[in-house]
C-alpha cells in the first residue's frame, strides 16, 4: 500500500484559496487514482474530487466544481487540491485517498489508502 500525508491546511477567511498536497511513498503513485474527501464536524466523511492515475479525468462534487482543482504530479508522487472563493461551510478535515488501479472511485470504500487528514477552517 501507498503511505500517504497531506499539509497545507489552515485557517483562512471567505472567499480566500488554499492549496492542499499529499505526498505520496513509493514507486507506483502512477498506478493510482487519487482522491480527496473530508469530514465536517459532526458530519460523515463526504466525496471532494478525484483523479484518473494518468491525470486524464477528474470529477468533483457539486458543492465545490468551479471552486476547487485536483490536480497531480507523477514525477513528484505528489496529489494537490486548489481551493478557491472558499465558504465557511468548506470547514473540515480534509483526507487524501488513493486507489490502486485504472477505475475511477467516488466512495470511501473504493480507496484502500488513507492520509491523516489536514483541517481547513474558513471563517466567516
Known amino acids: 500500500q501507498v503511505q500517504l500525508v497531506e499539509s497545507g491546511g489552515g485557517l483562512v477567511q471567505a472567499g480566500g484559496s488554499l492549496r492542499l498536497s499529499c505526498a505520496a511513498s513509493?514507486?507506483?503513485?502512477?498506478?493510482?487514482?487519487m482522491g480527496w474527501f473530508r469530514q465536517a464536524p459532526g458530519k460523515e466523511r463526504v466525496f471532494v474530487a478525484t483523479?484518473?492515475?494518468?491525470?486524464?479525468?477528474?470529477y468533483y462534487a457539486d458543492s465545490v466544481q468551479g471552486r476547487f482543482t485536483i490536480s497531480r504530479d507523477n514525477a513528484k508522487n505528489t496529489v494537490y487540491l486548489q481551493m478557491n472563493s472558499l465558504k465557511p461551510e468548506d470547514t473540515a478535515v480534509y483526507y487524501c485517498?488513493?486507489?490502486w488501479g485504472y477505475g475511477m472511485g467516488f466512495f470511501e470504500s473504493d480507496f484502500g489508502s488513507w492520509g491523516q487528514g489536514t483541517q481547513v477552517t474558513v471563517s466567516s
Open positions: 485517498a488513493a486507489r
Open positions: 513509493g514507486r507506483t503513485f502512477s498506478s493510482y487514482v
Open positions: 483523479i484518473r492515475s494518468n491525470g486524464g479525468d477528474v
